[in-house]
């Protein structure tokens, strides 16, 4: 299943924007989606009285795109149940004009109130139409949301922010 590595990239850069804007804010990521038309880019948040509100706002919002949109990324933060554990994530949605499958990639973090340091862990991971692909089959399609996140001017790649999406590196 191969997914247009530009809507990698693209989904790259707003998880970086994502993971900046709540790098060293205990607050929660107000849902954000990054449009791509004619090659520029646009930047569009969706604020609301909840959290589950705002997702849902991006969501239609994004299911309503015009057909001058080429491609899109959708940034939101969830929990992920892991045997009865809750992992933050924040979620990249892709689209893409003419394609039905959908895309996320899912990442781990650790949010700046649990230490005072936010960072990520662990590398994302990609579900294609709901199901989580074996990391190393989409190993290609990794690498292109990597470089779509370290070429980001506002990346915090090092610091408090902690940029590392190996887990080797994220040693505290």
């Not at 994502?18 to 038309?37: K, N, T």
């Not at 795109?65 to 491609?71: N, S, Y």
């Not at 005072?116 to 990391?135: S, W, Y």
């Amino acid at each position: 299943m191969a997914i247009a590595e530009s809507a990698l990239i693209l989904a790259g850069f707003a998880l970086a924007h994502a993971a900046w804007s709540i790098s060293d804010a205990p607050d929660l990521l107000v849902p954000l989606a990054v449009l791509e038309r004619n090659g520029k880019r646009e930047l569009m948040r969706f604020e609301a009285d909840t959290q589950e509100e705002a997702v849902k706002r991006g969501k239609t919002e994004m299911a309503q795109l015009p057909e001058d949109c080429d491609r899109w990324a959708f940034a939101w933060e969830g929990l992920l149940n892991d045997k009865g554990n809750k992992i933050d994530v924040i979620n990249i949605d892709i689209g893409i004009k003419g394609v039905k499958m959908r895309v996320t990639i899912i990442q781990q973090f650790e949010p700046y109130l649990k230490r005072k340091h936010f960072r990520l862990l662990g590398d994302p991971e990609i579900a294609i139409d709901g199901t989580v692909q074996d990391p190393k089959k989409s190993k290609d399609m990794l690498e292109s949301v990597r470089r779509g996140y370290l070429n980001t001017p506002r990346w915090p790649h090092s610091g408090t922010a902690g940029a590392s999406a190996n887990p080797e590196a994220d040693s505290g």
